[in-house]
């Protein structure tokens, strides 16, 4: 029996919401603009026109592997941040709205000081790095990951958004001292893997399976790349520059506390919008 766009759509979403998934709406949209190979407009402009059966059946394909745990992101093979469209695909975390309570921290930094250098540190998919470009147009971006699928990822993020005169991706581990040739910072946004290693058999399927472990796992506590950033990365920091975190829940105290450590001060934490405390700054004095 033939069915419109409108009914399909609203037919997923409501076959999402009975299954418990909180993003329906979206959700349901965006898998079936993937199927029908149109945009959002597109598809609010066609909803009274009939599916072709072959994008419905992939629509509902698509539906029965995402409630089997596959996320969306992964499906369609992109994602948005902070308004940006990503490409996403699973060699990277999916970016979480969470994180974009980072990106805020850092521009009121960033706006006071033109021309600033910028390391986005284990970049993932450049999400941090690529939307502070696309917010304060004179700083310049180096998307730092070990990974080589992420790298490429962070290649094509900074094609699709316009940003390859001010956005660069580059190869380096965040648990090791940084190379000689990156110079100093004015700022760095990190957004390391800080899942304690015990936790993540534990996770929601739709991580565990999917997500990349190496990107989620964080050692025993889940602060070892805290531990390695805070001490080993200082020296990629200029004196009076920033440090930005994300952080786990929980860990906000702990991090603070290795920052002060090892000079920094004028520390913070703010929480995102769930009132979690999400993201440690601070700024980096002469003297620890």
């Known amino acids: 029996m033939a069915i419109t766009y409108n009914n399909l759509y609203m037919d997923i979403r409501q076959q999402l919401r009975r299954a418990g998934v909180e993003a329906s709406t979206l959700e349901a949209r965006e898998l079936v603009c993937f199927a029908a190979g149109k945009t959002r407009q597109q598809l609010q402009r066609d909803g009274q026109l009939y599916v072709p059966p072959?994008?419905?059946?992939?629509?509902?394909?698509?539906?029965?592997?995402?409630l089997a745990g596959e996320p969306v992101a992964y499906l369609i093979g992109e994602w948005e941040f902070y308004g940006l469209p990503l490409d996403i695909d699973r060699q990277v975390l999916i970016p979480r709205a969470?994180?974009?309570?980072?990106?805020?921290?850092?521009?009121?930094?960033?706006?006071?000081?033109?021309?600033?250098?910028?390391?986005?540190?284990?970049?993932?998919?450049?999400?941090?790095?690529?939307a502070v470009a696309s917010q304060v147009e004179d700083c310049r971006v180096t998307l730092g990951d070990l990974s080589e699928g992420a790298l490429r990822i962070c290649r094509q993020n900074i094609r699709r958004n316009g940003l390859t005169d001010r956005v660069a991706p580059m190869q380096v581990d965040a648990r090791k001292a940084p190379p000689r040739q990156l110079g100093t910072y004015d700022c760095i946004l990190c957004n390391p893997p800080y899942i304690p290693s015990g936790?993540?058999?534990?996770?929601?399927?739709?991580?565990?399976?999917?997500?990349?472990?190496?990107?989620?796992?964080?050692?025993?506590?889940?602060?070892?790349?805290?531990?390695?950033?805070?001490?080993?990365?200082?020296?990629?920091?200029?004196?009076?520059?920033?440090?930005?975190?994300?952080?786990?829940?929980?860990?906000?105290?702990?991090?603070?506390?290795?920052?002060?450590?090892?000079?920094?001060?004028?520390?913070?934490?703010?929480?995102?919008?769930?009132?979690?405390?999400?993201?440690?700054?601070?700024?980096?004095?002469?003297?620890?």
């Open 54 to 66: 072959p994008v419905e059946e992939q629509a509902r394909a698509l539906v029965q592997r995402h």
């Open 199 to 288: 936790d993540i058999p534990g996770l929601d399927v739709s991580v565990k399976d999917f997500e990349p472990h190496g990107a989620l796992d964080g050692g025993e506590d889940g602060l070892d790349f805290y531990r390695s950033v805070t001490t080993l990365w200082r020296e990629a920091l200029r004196t009076g520059g920033m440090l930005f975190f994300e952080v786990g829940i929980g860990q906000a105290d702990d991090v603070l506390r290795l920052m002060r450590s090892v000079g920094f001060g004028d520390l913070e934490i703010t929480t995102d919008p769930a009132g979690i405390p999400r993201v440690v700054y601070g700024r980096l004095y002469d003297e620890i």
């Open 98 to 130: 969470d994180t974009e309570t980072l990106v805020d921290c850092a521009l009121p930094f960033l706006r006071q000081n033109p021309g600033s250098r910028v390391l986005d540190l284990c970049a993932g998919s450049g999400c941090i790095g690529l």
